[in-house]
């Protein structure tokens, strides 16, 4: 099975930088996916890393290092509409033909003026 | 449609009865996923339907709780006799059903409100 571990809570100021963790253990790991959930919503597709190294999109960028089981979210540039929860997610390839995805708790982002 | 649809979206029931949540997701995707959400918590598993293979149940938490998809589309999980520890967000979502194909994304749909009184 999978352990997903993320920070529940983190406050940032608007206009700073940001990074939120996340280590996970999974036997056949097939890729991790960054989400966003605003409050009431449903969760929005980040980000999805399966190779080492950091990917880049705008303000927000991911990096996955899989020989240490970690992945962070780094979000520039704070703005306020960047509350929300951020769900860190693994792919694995032994989990039922490898199309499941497992979800970490989430971390909660509070960005303040 | 556009995106994955879910009704109703916001569900309020006695304790002991019976609830139906759909799900419309999005056309030509033939995984669909079904996940509870309490307040303040993560996403937990519950239900995984691949085309016509039996589906996953493996994250059902009782079995007051069943799901059914009907002609590879439309979804439908039912709680029955249902306590107040169901009370929670039940979110639905689809993806192309790619076996393998690491970077297949779900798309979520909006989630039913459930409160039991």
């Known amino acids: 099975g999978q352990n997903i571990d993320q920070p529940t809570e983190m406050t940032a100021t608007e206009g700073a930088i940001v990074q939120i963790n996340c280590t996970y253990q999974?036997?056949?790991?097939?890729?991790l996916f960054w989400y966003q959930q605003h409050a009431g919503e449903a969760p929005t597709f980040l980000s999805y890393n399966v190779l080492d190294g950091l990917e880049e999109k705008g303000r927000f960028s991911s990096f996955l290092s899989r020989s240490k089981g970690y992945s962070y979210l780094l979000l520039k540039e704070l703005q306020m509409k960047d509350s929300a929860s951020y769900l860190c997610?693994?792919?694995?390839?032994?989990?039922?033909?490898?199309?499941?995805?497992?979800f970490g708790g989430g971390t909660r982002l509070m960005v303040k003026p | 449609g556009a995106g994955v649809s879910q009704s109703p979206s916001n569900k309020v029931t006695e304790k002991g009865k019976d609830v139906e949540l759909r799900c419309d997701p999005i056309?030509?995707?033939?995984?669909l996923y079904w996940y509870r959400q309490s307040l303040g918590q993560g996403l937990e598993f519950l239900i995984y339907f691949q085309g016509n293979s039996a589906p996953d149940k493996s994250g059902l938490p009782s079995d007051r709780f069943s799901a059914e998809r009907t002609g590879g589309s439309v979804s439908t999980l039912t709680i029955q006799r249902t306590q107040q520890e169901d009370s929670a967000v039940y979110l639905c979502a689809s993806s192309l059903g790619a076996n393998g194909l690491a970077k297949e994304t779900q798309y979520f749909g909006p989630g039913t409100r459930l409160l039991v009184l």
């Open positions: 056309s030509g995707h033939t995984a």
């Open positions: 999974t036997s056949g790991f097939n890729g």
């Open positions: 997610a693994v792919r694995d390839r032994d989990n039922n033909a490898g199309n499941m995805l497992t």
